[in-house]
């Protein structure tokens, strides 16, 4: 008998010593509760899972302060002894989530002697889950954004061009002051309009050039002034905004996407605020570059708050916000080369004490203002031509046309583009430009109406949807050039140069192609022959010293990179010609970074843009290739 049991006994050890081996390799937290709560069992994982030892003898009432709503937590403890609680999901005080089980413990007599409850951490799933959700609402959002930016081109389109009008006749200074800051918020509008179509991909910057921080932080405070005092003093409550600057060095950058950083950055301060308080903004050198410190009094952020404030999607303002604003300002100062640090020194947040953010930018050296801006390629005139305008938005159509008219070309315009077809086929004009979206025949029916009628007449799309208008998509559909809205009169000129050139801009150039890219080369030449040009290549600096010096070339297309000798040594040699051609450089990088390497070019360019600006090109070339030979 006393054999029996012991070996009972024995097999019961072993069987408990088993049953927590498989309890604690499973990677839940699993308790069991008599029928008063007290765990008479609990596994390891559960007191990792929690964050603090867990024991038989306790209840869940003894680690309440683990979740974050003590009252879910006593729902779960409360319910019936016969009840099975469906999974429902609890978060703890560290912002991770739990799913949680709970059901019955049964007798022998099915009757209920306790509860087993069963703790999975899902806070991955969670976080999952919600970035899906984030990015449906985002994709939907970015689809509602196409088409908003699309309407308010139009109207940019409008303003930029009554503008242009009223500056050709303004005489005094003070007016024309204004109308220049109304022109420069409308491009800026422009290009942030680029950016919300864009809204979802990643954050691309435009063109740089130099750029004062501490102007460019008084005139973001100026812009957003209805903001955070008009808006403020409305609402009751006062806030201040001030810029300490210290002399500093100019950044490279692109304005309009710092401007959206920056104002980001303020509203983001404005709402930490709802009492009032003061916004600083302090420029000033820092470890070779310049630092911009955005402070407010307001709040200020939990340290899980500002450990998690440039992720995506991650907001504290539920529904109101989007979780994308301070992402949005890491991936511009990222990619001007700068920096946001998420640390005490950057980012330095207490409870009640305001928030401070650092934006760190390196100095352009030996940059000025003036050498810094990207010069735009020369505004050609080509000949007056007869041109019809299509746009079914009134205030569009009136606005260019009245444009064109000043420059002296005959203009036909219609907002149904039936009519204009219908004019085009009986009478054929000099050039046809027209809107992309319209009702009843959109510009791609415009374009092959008027191929079938006219082959030789080319089609311009001035449209907001310019810069989603692939090359291929140009080539296969006959459209001649795509223009975004809005379009100012300067793109408007250059456009109507390359369609109406004047006598002396037609004809053939004698093109050389220096790159040591057989493909690239080859394709290119095949191109410039298309458009019946003469080309000769050459795949090395020295070879190309040998054209030149032995022929004369109207237009020079030179790859930055070549094996044998700086490209810098042609361009040298080119100048000094008394027929000089026009040069162009080439290469992978920014045109900022070319024009470094290799100064005294007339065009830069990133080689995979070529293909679609080549007429832009020839226009570069030709006045050059024609002019009297220097004195």
Partial sequence: RFAIERHLRQAATTAVGQLRA???AVGSGICVSDENGKFVLVNEPLSELLGTPVTPGMSLLDVVERFADPDELHALVSAGHEETVPARELELSDGRVVRCYSAPVQGERYESIGRALVFT???AEHELQQQLVASERLRATGEMAAGIAHDFNNLLATILGRVEVLLGQSRDADTTENLEAIRRAARDGAATVTRMREYGRPVDVGEFRAVDLAQLCNEVVELTRPRWRDEAQRAGKTITAEVRAAPTALVRGDPPALREALVNLIFNAVDAMPT???LTFSVGPSSGGVAVEV?????????????RAFEPFFTTKGARGSGLGLAMVRKVVLGHGGDIQ???????STQGSGTRITLWFPAAVGLTEESAVEPESPTEVGR???????????????TTAMLLRKEGHDVRAFRDPRAAVEFVVADKPDLVISDLGMPGLNGWDVTRLVKEAWPDVPVVLLTGWGRDITPTQQRERGVAAAVSKPAELDQLRRVIAIMLPTDEQTGSLKVLVVDDSSGFAAALALLLAQDGHVVDRATRVTDGFTCVQSKRYDLVLLDLNLPDRPSRELVDLLATQPA???ICVMSGSAPQAMRDLAPGADYYIEKANVPERLREIYRVARPLASAPPKV
Avoid: F, H, W, Y
């Fill in 580 to 582: 000089r051609p026009g």
């Fill in 276 to 278: 009032g308080g003061k």
């Fill in 384 to 398: 007056l031509g007869r041109i019809v305008l299509v746009d079914d938005e009134q205030d569009v159509l009136d």
């Fill in 295 to 307: 402070a407010d009094t307001g709040e200020g952020m939990p340290d899980a708050v500002a450990r």
């Fill in 22 to 24: 498989v309890l604690d």
């Fill in 342 to 348: 998420l640390n005490s020194t950057q980012v330095n």
């Fill in 121 to 123: 951490d899902v806070t």
